[in-house]
């Protein structure tokens, strides 16, 4: 199932799923953040005052050591699988290192790593990737995508290529089912939101002007992008919902209609809502219940919803989520 048969429907967002969605909410809140994050550098009394992306010191720093688009491009996909909203911004600073990308700068090429023994590689990455926590998790796929690669031709700009620069296509190359064993995928790691991610790096830093229908595939939505359109009142869970259910059947969907609707850039709106919840709300004093006063969403955002402990891969409704619950007070934070 491709991107461009999703269809958001609310009845079916809450006949089947339990989860009410306020359409015209979603607008509301996304152009309260969008407001102030196209004012990125105006002024330090901006939330997003000084907040770059993650990644960018990563590509600056391959752009500063004269690399051609062809091994932004390979690194920037094969480190996708190794992206999760924590330690993101340390991962990539660890890349960014002089020293040991002249020793490890070869694993961003697809010809060099697929012709040697998968363990030497995923050792090596490890000494150089540094990765913590479920990022161990994604160097499985290292190598088998690298692999994978050299039946297109060795680069990523090949695949890309062999898929016509449809965004549509590209990712539906990449996860082919949504929940799909990873034995079961040609790429491993590759997810939807994954997916997504990636072709919006590769929009952001113009790596492929060849690239198209890259606003119609929606925005990668994360448990930052979950919470909080919980918070905000965009969506409210009966009881419980599957987190997939929720960012893919349902939040997904409504994006890539709001967006079709109002012309607005999707990367824009992710980066602006990636950036609040994973630096803002992740960054809260809930103990305290106080509200940073510099909140692009101000008003429309009820309290800090942190993530479930159990592990069973859902969002809960507020009564149910207890002490991960909090919501803020009348006091108010100004760091």
């Not at 391959?62 to 991962?91: P, Q, Y």
């Not at 809930?286 to 429309?300: A, E, I, S």
Request: net charge neutral; charged share 25%.
């Amino acid at each position: 199932m491709g991107l461009e048969t999703l269809q958001f429907d609310r009845e079916t967002a809450l006949e089947k799923y339990g989860v009410e969605v306020d359409y015209d909410r979603a607008k509301e809140v996304v152009g309260f953040v969008l407001s102030k994050y196209g004012k990125l550098n105006d002024a330090e009394d901006n939330f997003y005052y000084g907040k770059d992306q993650p990644e960018d010191k990563f590509i600056q720093f391959l752009r500063d050591r004269g690399e051609d688009d062809r091994v932004i491009e390979n690194a920037l996909f094969l480190t996708t699988m190794m992206t999760f909203s924590g330690g993101t911004a340390s991962f990539f600073n660890n890349l960014s290192n002089e020293h040991e990308f002249k020793k490890f700068g070869w694993l961003f090429e697809p010809s060099v790593v697929s012709a040697l023994p998968e363990d030497w590689v995923i050792e090596n990455a490890i000494r150089y990737l540094k990765p913590q926590g479920h990022q161990l998790n994604g160097l499985r796929g290292w190598h088998h995508n690298c692999v994978e690669l050299m039946k297109y031709g060795g680069d990523v700009r090949d695949f890309l290529e062999y898929n016509d620069f449809d965004a549509l296509k590209i990712t539906q190359a990449l996860f082919v089912r949504p929940r799909a064993t990873s034995k079961e995928k040609e790429f491993w790691r590759f997810g939807p939101k994954l997916s997504i991610l990636f072709l919006q790096w590769i929009d952001r830093y113009g790596l492929c002007p060849e690239l198209k229908n890259v606003d119609d595939i929606g925005i990668p939505v994360d448990f930052e992008i979950c919470r909080l359109a919980i918070q905000t009142g965009i969506v409210n869970i009966h009881d419980e919902v599957n987190a997939h259910n929720l960012s893919f059947n349902i939040l997904l969907p409504m994006f890539i209609k709001l967006f079709k609707e109002t012309g607005l850039k999707p990367r824009y709106v992710s980066e602006a809502l990636w950036t609040l919840g994973s630096r803002g709300c992740a960054r809260e004093r809930p103990r305290f219940q106080h509200k940073n006063t510099k909140c692009p969403v101000g008003d429309l955002c009820t309290g800090v919803y942190s993530k479930p402990r159990d592990n069973k891969g859902k969002f809960y409704n507020l009564k149910r989520m207890g002490e991960l619950y909090v919501p803020w007070n009348s006091q108010a934070s100004s760091y």
